[in-house]
Nanobody, 122 residues
Framework: QVQLVESGGGLVQAGGSLRLSCTAS????????MGWFRQAPGAEREFVAA????????VYADSVKGRFTISRDNAEKMVYLQMNSLKPEDTAVYYC???????????????WGQGTQVTVTS
């Protein structure tokens, strides 16, 4: 069973930065693509970023390109989301997910963390 735990969320002013971390408890972490999704109140969960098992390929939502960076450390079984130039519309619960491919569809991911709140104020 794969368990994912996010951390690093918090309250930040617009223009600020946060770094989210996701710790995975699985022997085969390096075999998983990892993704970040977010869900604002009253909205559907949306794709943010994904990274392949090797870290060689990344995918970003248009809304975060140039501002967010996804990375991973397979030795430490960690995935990160560096968020810069944050905007109020980035406010959401951010979820870490693991699956076979680095894709945008949430249904393709098999395991999910509990989420961490990110709030960006004006």
């Amino acid at each position: 069973q794969v368990q994912l735990v996010e951390s690093g969320g918090g309250l930040v002013q617009a223009g600020g930065s946060l770094r989210l971390s996701c710790t995975a408890s699985t022997r085969t972490f390096s075999n998983f693509a990892m993704g970040w999704f977010r869900q604002a109140p009253g909205a559907e969960r949306e794709f943010v970023a994904a990274i392949s098992w090797s870290g060689g390929s990344t995918v970003y939502a248009d809304s975060v390109k140039g501002r967010f960076t996804i990375s991973r450390d397979n030795a430490e079984k960690m995935v990160y989301l560096q968020m810069n130039s944050l905007k109020p519309e980035d406010t959401a619960v951010y979820y870490c997910a693991a699956g076979p491919w680095a894709v945008v569809a949430s249904a393709e991911y098999d395991y999910w963390g509990q989420g961490t709140q990110v709030t960006v104020t004006s």
